[in-house]
């Protein structure tokens, strides 16, 4: 992982933000929703990014913003797999939002 980021303009591994949707000092992802739990942060199987998965713990459903500190190329959602499926649209590049359900598990590949 360190390798993969180091190479990036997020260099270093970077702690995850959780709630407020305010990036923190040297983070590498921000979720807008306290209730939002990012499990997994690691390079793609493949090579071809980082995988992202993240869950919604409190049984509530809605959307939630994901900010990253510095622009990201794509996200896609995927399978367990790391089958890249629907690419979400970026916001100025930095920035997604997706629709969680409760309980539900969701895995996305993070081209940085």
Not at 82 to 91: H, Y
């Amino acid at each position: 992982m360190a390798e993969l980021v180091a190479k990036s303009p997020c260099a270093g591994v970077l702690p995850v933000t959780a709630g407020g949707g305010g990036l923190a000092a040297g983070g590498l992802v921000a979720v807008s929703r306290p209730n939002v739990v990012v499990e997994t942060l690691k390079p793609a199987e493949d090579g071809d990014g980082v995988i992202l998965r993240l869950h919604e713990g409190e049984g509530c459903r809605g959307p939630v913003t994901l900010a990253f500190p510095c622009p990201v190329r794509s996200v896609h959602r995927c399978d367990l797999m790391e089958t890249d499926g629907a690419a979400l649209p970026l916001e100025e590049g930095r920035r997604v939002t997706l629709d969680l359900l409760p309980w539900k598990i969701v895995t996305l590949r993070v081209r940085i």
